[in-house]
């Protein structure tokens, strides 16, 4: 679509300076698809997202009210001198993932609100006793039935009040008195209602009121109509017809009914289908599918052990403290002592330590020579620790320690599918609401396909504009190759980069034109097979009208832009600036680094050799675990292994939620539960595990490098050791910004102020005690080398590596830094300024400096993430002097460049979700080519074989 006459034909960017920007001016085109590459740190995300999606969000706020901007706050202009052309912007990123647990791929795609308005209309209800379905009738309806089933025979016209309930019923009984009823059917007989009459209150019973007893004929309706009207106002807009001859009964109802039970449902309304309502929601977890149940085997994991060496791990070892004085109370009274194994102590009195009585026990205290019936009624260690776990009022630490106790497990009542029972008898083309929420979106598309030619007429009518809305959003969702989801799969457990793509198909869904969508690598976890398919779908945001900026490394997104921006030429103070800019063939032909990997001029090279190994190997028997069909892997060991196939195939799943803590359980007793499998062998060939993520390395602006790795209590350390710090008497924590003394006061050491944003996220301007040096004036005049401590925090990795480099134990840890290619950060940079590759390359740094046993497993889920070619090659050079000191390092992973170096690949597959979870081929690149079977293997071909 082309701009409109008097639009801005492109977005102009002028002096930009933001991090580190070097005053760039930049001409992104309209209505085009725009991709920013450039080397990790170089500035790509300056540009897009603190420049460009800042100053079109600044925009936004400026237009509101003064009323509504008082509780937005005002925010800064980025560092820029003018932005024009600028569209409405709207930022799809990856860090944006909701972690709340109600949030589903439904809920986020609004495909499941479609559903529940297509079900509370279309649907027909079936009766959960018998599996009839149900029927509702109007008074005229029930009158006619009445006399066609009834007619010449004795009836009672009965009110349903209590169905299969517990209780006395007296007061009921006086209130039906009160307003004239005389006799009442009580579990099938006819009573007459007495004063003070109750029943048995342990017992279930049935009431109906009896309303009129008559005679039906087919002239006169008045009486009829007149009983089923004042029956339908008592029984909630049901009644009974009894047989007074047969003892036979019948039910008619105004709502949903069950014919032969007279069960009735509430008629239905999207919120009946909803689990975020009370009135769909499952009453027994609160609509989450999971509720927290104790976990015996962690509260009792040894019962050998008797109570007082701490058999019952919550309690510990014996204390004189009143839980133990309890429990020797309960063991005398049951013939048993706290020091028998908790195997022989009988199982009611097990029953009581873990659940709790009311009962009254003696309670004697040899040390303080009590004897006493005073007891309270003891609460039971389950109970005890439910208290904990869901007491919100106390500080972390209670809740904490409970959760180790605690297992979450399917909901027994609604089954895992979040709703009331009755709502999954709610079909349609005999499928509730739930079975259509668990299908794959590629098995749900294919269910919606031809679905009116099997609804009847009414439903046809109703569902036809309904299933046009799903269809189409169903098919964005798979356009961006997320088939093997299912719209129940929980919005937590999505990787940043399937939340991102749920976003995107959600923004296409919303068809807006002229907006400004800008998007940071929405590549992330998608196999090479995929790819093109998210190209197509971004083509067709640009098509619809919009403008498009990515943020992205992946060469086939690159050739496919309409216009690249390259910003380079390096990282950090050496990057900020544009080395090119153009059509993808444009940018190809300049020498920058991208331009040079483009061409193929540089490549990472294939190893030579594939290592042997060290010949032992992990091994994950029978994992189950989501959609694995029981597959048995064999990892070796003292190798680089690459886990891959395609999205949904069931990767992060088998090493992530099954390998990774099974190895964590047994090496370190972690709490995380592995997904279902048989055994783990060969444990003894590992001492340790490690995963390194892309997660942020700190949450705040105190977090930097030079805590992280621990080298800056070092740098203190050697501070306190200056003559000037000796006579001043300072310690090494004067030199710390997080204790008082040495610090800034103003900002509390942090060097930045915080602006708490309602609604957005927080800001953080330059303190202005010490200008963002975060010591006071007391402590910056102590100096080593010409340097305080502030400006030491200033430092380059480079730079700091020169000034260190006769200081063994601080020159250890920063030259790892530096050899993981981040020589070009400072050792104070705030870790929230830092992107995913660069964080993931601090922990990895930190790794390589500690010592290593030569038997650490690695762990990685997709460390390209956010790297550009050049830092691939950088990153590669690391993990094989990993696994060069013997270790073993497993990544997951669809970067071809990764993959090809590996020495080991496990492909699994064929499909994603359902259609995966199998091993496709495993071996050397070459063996996996040359056995041709799987996407991996023919993508792999393609890559390596390219210039052949």
Same mark, same amino acid.
């Given at each position: 679509?082309?701009?409109?006459?008097?639009?801005?034909?492109?977005?102009?960017?002028?002096?930009?300076?933001?991090?580190?920007?070097?005053?760039?001016?930049?001409?992104?085109?309209?209505?085009?698809?725009?991709?920013?590459?450039?080397?990790?740190?170089?500035?790509?995300?300056?540009?897009?997202?603190?420049?460009?999606?800042?100053?079109?969000?600044?925009?936004?706020? &400026?237009?509101?009210? /003064?009323?509504?901007?008082?509780?937005?706050?005002?925010?800064?202009?980025?560092?820029?001198?003018?932005?024009?052309?600028?569209?409405?912007?709207?930022?799809?990123?990856?860090?944006?993932?909701?972690?709340?647990?109600?949030?589903?791929?439904?809920?986020?795609?609004?495909?499941?609100?479609?559903?529940?308005?297509?079900?509370?209309?279309?649907?027909?209800a079936y009766s959960m006793n018998t599996g009839e379905e149900m029927v509702r009738y109007t008074d005229e309806q029930i009158v006619k039935l009445i006399v066609k089933n009834f007619k010449d025979k004795k009836v009672a016209v009965l009110a349903p009040i209590i169905k299969g309930r517990k209780g006395h019923y007296r007061e009921l009984f006086e209130q039906f008195r009160k307003k004239g009823y005389l006799y009442a059917r009580i579990n099938g007989e006819i009573t007459e209602l007495r004063p003070a009459m109750k029943l048995d209150r342990y017992k279930t019973h049935y009431i109906e009121l009896l309303v009129d007893k008559l005679k039906v004929t087919g002239?006169?309706?008045?009486?009829?109509?007149? #009983?089923?009207?004042?029956?339908?106002?008592?029984?909630?807009?049901?009644?009974?017809?009894?047989?007074?001859?047969?003892?036979?009964?019948?039910?008619?109802?105004?709502?949903?009914?069950?014919?032969?039970?007279?069960? *009735?449902?509430?008629? @239905?309304?999207?919120?009946?289908?909803?689990?975020?309502?009370?009135?769909?929601?499952?009453?027994?977890?609160?609509?989450?599918?999971?509720?927290?149940?104790?976990?015996?085997?962690?509260?009792? @994991?040894?019962?050998?052990?008797?109570?007082?060496?701490?058999?019952?791990?919550?309690?510990?070892?014996?204390?004189?403290?009143?839980?133990?004085?309890?429990?020797?109370?309960? *063991?005398?009274?049951?013939?048993?002592?706290?020091?028998? @194994?908790?195997?022989?102590?009988?199982?009611?009195?097990?029953?009581?330590?873990?659940?709790?009585?009311?009962?009254?026990?003696?309670?004697?205290?040899?040390?303080?020579?009590?004897?006493?019936?005073?007891?309270?009624?003891?609460?039971?260690?389950?109970?005890?620790?439910?208290?904990?776990?869901?007491?919100?009022?106390?500080?972390?630490?209670?809740?904490?320690?409970?959760?180790?106790?605690?297992?979450?497990?399917?909901?027994?009542?609604?089954?895992?599918?979040?709703?009331? @029972?009755?709502?999954?008898?709610?079909?349609?083309?005999?499928?509730?609401?739930?079975?259509?929420?668990?299908?794959?979106?590629?098995?749900?598309?294919?269910?919606?396909?031809?679905?009116?030619?099997?609804?009847?007429?009414?439903?046809?009518?109703?569902?036809?504009?309904?299933?046009?809305?799903?269809?189409?959003?169903?098919?964005?969702?798979?356009?961006?190759?997320?088939?093997?989801?299912?719209?129940?799969?929980?919005?937590?457990?999505?990787?940043?980069?399937?939340?991102?793509?749920?976003?995107?198909?959600?923004?296409?869904?919303?068809?807006?034109?002229?907006?400004?969508?800008?998007?940071?690598?929405?590549?992330?976890?998608?196999?090479?097979?995929?790819?093109?398919?998210?190209?197509?779908?971004?083509?067709?945001?640009?098509?619809?009208?919009? #403008?498009?900026?990515?943020?992205?490394?992946?060469?086939?997104?690159?050739?496919?832009?309409?216009?690249?921006?390259?910003?380079?030429?390096? /990282?950090?103070?050496?990057?900020?600036?544009?080395?090119?800019?153009?059509?993808?063939?444009?940018?190809?032909?300049?020498? #920058?680094?991208?331009?040079?990997?483009?061409?193929?001029?540089?490549?990472?090279?294939?190893?030579?050799?594939?290592?042997?190994?060290?010949?032992?190997?992990?091994?994950?028997?029978?994992?189950?675990?989501?959609?694995?069909?029981?597959?048995?892997?064999?990892?070796?060991?003292?190798?680089?292994?690459?886990?891959?196939?395609?999205?949904?195939?069931?990767k992060s799943t088998l090493i992530n939620e099954t390998l990774h803590p099974a190895l964590s359980k047994k090496l370190y007793r972690a709490m995380d539960e592995p997904l279902q499998y048989k055994s783990l062998e060969g444990l003894d060939n590992i001492d340790k595990v490690v995963e390194v993520s892309q997660a942020p390395i700190g949450r705040t602006p105190r977090s930097n490098p030079a805590t992280y790795t621990g080298v800056f209590t070092d740098i203190r350390k050697l501070f306190e050791m200056t003559p000037e710090a000796k006579i001043r008497g300072y310690k090494a924590g004067r030199f710390s910004f997080n204790v008082k003394g040495g610090r800034c006061?103003?900002?509390?050491?942090?060097?930045?102020?915080?602006?708490?944003?309602?609604?957005?996220?927080?800001?953080?301007?330059?303190?202005?005690?010490?200008?963002?040096?975060?010591?006071?004036? &007391?402590?910056?005049?102590?100096?080593?080398?010409?340097?305080?401590?502030? &400006?030491?925090?200033?430092?380059?990795?480079?730079?700091?590596?020169?000034?260190?480099?006769?200081?063994?134990?601080?020159?250890?840890?920063?030259?790892?830094?530096?050899?993981?290619?981040?020589?070009?950060?400072?050792?104070?940079?705030?870790?929230?300024?830092?992107?995913?590759?660069?964080?993931?390359?601090?922990?990895? *740094?930190?790794?390589?400096?500690?010592?290593?046993?030569?038997?650490?497993?690695?762990?990685?889920?997709?460390?390209?993430?956010?790297?550009?070619?050049?830092?691939?090659?950088?990153?590669?050079?690391?993990?094989?002097?990993?696994?060069?000191?013997?270790?073993?390092v497993i990544v997951i992973e669809h970067n071809l460049d990764v993959i090809k170096v590996a020495d080991h690949i496990i492909d699994l597959g064929p499909e994603g979700g359902a259609k995966g979870g199998e091993i496709v081929c495993e071996g050397t690149p070459e063996e996996v080519i040359l056995g041709k079977k799987g996407y991996t293997a023919e993508y792999l071909h393609k890559h390596i074989y390219r210039n052949s």
């Amino acid at each position: 679509m082309t701009p409109q006459k008097g639009e801005a034909l492109e977005i102009d960017v002028q002096g930009a300076r933001v991090h580190n920007l070097k005053n760039i001016d930049v001409v992104i085109p309209r209505n085009k698809l725009t991709v920013i590459t450039g080397l990790s740190g170089s500035g790509k995300s300056s540009l897009a997202f603190d420049t460009i999606y800042a100053e079109g969000q600044r925009r936004y706020i &400026e237009t509101l009210s /003064a009323y509504a901007r008082q509780f937005l706050g005002t925010m800064e202009r980025p560092d820029v001198d003018k932005i024009t052309g600028l569209s409405p912007v709207i930022s799809i990123e990856q860090k944006t993932t909701n972690r709340n647990p109600r949030s589903t791929v439904g809920t986020v795609t609004e495909v499941y609100d479609f559903l529940r308005l297509l079900f509370a209309r279309a649907s027909i209800a079936y009766s959960m006793n018998t599996g009839e379905e149900m029927v509702r009738y109007t008074d005229e309806q029930i009158v006619k039935l009445i006399v066609k089933n009834f007619k010449d025979k004795k009836v009672a016209v009965l009110a349903p009040i209590i169905k299969g309930r517990k209780g006395h019923y007296r007061e009921l009984f006086e209130q039906f008195r009160k307003k004239g009823y005389l006799y009442a059917r009580i579990n099938g007989e006819i009573t007459e209602l007495r004063p003070a009459m109750k029943l048995d209150r342990y017992k279930t019973h049935y009431i109906e009121l009896l309303v009129d007893k008559l005679k039906v004929t087919g002239d006169d309706t008045k009486r009829l109509s007149a #009983s089923i009207n004042t029956a339908m106002g008592q029984g909630k807009g049901t009644i009974m017809v009894l047989d007074m001859d047969a003892d036979a009964s019948r039910y008619y109802s105004r709502n949903l009914m069950c014919p032969s039970t007279g069960i *009735a449902y509430e008629e @239905p309304a999207p919120h009946t289908f909803s689990f975020n309502s009370p009135k769909g929601a499952c009453p027994r977890c609160n609509g989450l599918g999971t509720v927290a149940e104790a976990d015996m085997k962690r509260i009792i @994991p040894d019962t050998k052990l008797s109570i007082k060496k701490g058999g019952i791990q919550p309690l510990g070892p014996y204390k004189s403290t009143l839980i133990f004085w309890q429990l020797e109370a309960i *063991a005398s009274k049951y013939g048993f002592t706290i020091n028998d @194994p908790i195997e022989n102590i009988p199982e009611d009195a097990m029953n009581v330590i873990l659940y709790g009585s009311e009962e009254q026990f003696t309670l004697k205290n040899a040390e303080l020579g009590v004897r006493s019936n005073y007891f309270l009624s003891f609460e039971g260690v389950i109970s005890y620790i439910h208290s904990y776990h869901n007491n919100d009022e106390m500080n972390g630490r209670g809740p904490k320690w409970a959760q180790q106790f605690i297992q979450h497990v399917v909901c027994p009542i609604c089954e895992g599918t979040r709703l009331k @029972p009755e709502v999954g008898w709610f079909r349609i083309d005999g499928k509730s609401i739930s079975d259509v929420a668990n299908l794959d979106i590629e098995e749900l598309a294919k269910w919606l396909q031809g679905l009116e030619d099997r609804l009847n007429p009414k439903q046809r009518a109703i569902a036809i504009e309904i299933l046009k809305e799903i269809r189409e959003r169903v098919s964005f969702l798979l356009d961006v190759g997320l088939g093997y989801l299912s719209l129940n799969r929980g919005a937590a457990s999505l990787s940043g980069g399937e939340s991102q793509r749920i976003r995107l198909a959600t923004q296409i869904g919303s068809k807006l034109v002229n907006v400004l969508y800008i998007l940071d690598e929405p590549s992330i976890g998608l196999h090479q097979r995929d790819n093109i398919r998210l190209i197509e779908s971004l083509q067709q945001l640009r098509d619809s009208g919009n #403008s498009v900026i990515v943020v992205e490394h992946d060469e086939e997104m690159i050739l496919s832009a309409d216009h690249v921006v390259d910003i380079g030429p390096l /990282a950090g103070r050496q990057g900020g600036k544009i080395v090119a800019q153009g059509t993808p063939q444009e940018v190809s032909s300049t020498q #920058s680094l991208t331009a040079r990997y483009l061409n193929h001029e540089l490549e990472i090279p294939i190893p030579e050799k594939r290592r042997k190994g060290n010949g032992k190997s992990i091994a994950v028997v029978g994992a189950k675990g989501n959609n694995l069909k029981d597959i048995s892997v064999k990892i070796p060991l003292g190798k680089f292994v690459c886990v891959t196939g395609v999205s949904g195939s069931g990767k992060s799943t088998l090493i992530n939620e099954t390998l990774h803590p099974a190895l964590s359980k047994k090496l370190y007793r972690a709490m995380d539960e592995p997904l279902q499998y048989k055994s783990l062998e060969g444990l003894d060939n590992i001492d340790k595990v490690v995963e390194v993520s892309q997660a942020p390395i700190g949450r705040t602006p105190r977090s930097n490098p030079a805590t992280y790795t621990g080298v800056f209590t070092d740098i203190r350390k050697l501070f306190e050791m200056t003559p000037e710090a000796k006579i001043r008497g300072y310690k090494a924590g004067r030199f710390s910004f997080n204790v008082k003394g040495g610090r800034c006061e103003v900002c509390k050491g942090a060097g930045v102020q915080t602006i708490e944003m309602n609604f957005l996220p927080d800001v953080y301007v330059t303190c202005k005690g010490c200008n963002g040096r975060r010591y006071n004036r &007391e402590t910056l005049e102590v100096k080593y080398k010409g340097k305080s401590i502030s &400006e030491v925090l200033d430092m380059t990795i480079n730079q700091a590596v020169i000034f260190f480099e006769n200081i063994p134990s601080i020159f250890q840890k920063i030259k790892t830094l530096q050899d993981v290619g981040l020589g070009y950060i400072t050792l104070g940079q705030q870790s929230t300024t830092l992107s995913g590759g660069e964080s993931q390359r601090v922990k990895l *740094a930190s790794e390589l400096a500690k010592r290593d046993t030569g038997k650490t497993l690695y762990i990685l889920d997709e460390p390209t993430t956010g790297l550009h070619f050049e830092d691939v090659r950088v990153l590669l050079n690391v993990l094989n002097l990993l696994v060069d000191k013997g270790n073993s390092v497993i990544v997951i992973e669809h970067n071809l460049d990764v993959i090809k170096v590996a020495d080991h690949i496990i492909d699994l597959g064929p499909e994603g979700g359902a259609k995966g979870g199998e091993i496709v081929c495993e071996g050397t690149p070459e063996e996996v080519i040359l056995g041709k079977k799987g996407y991996t293997a023919e993508y792999l071909h393609k890559h390596i074989y390219r210039n052949s």
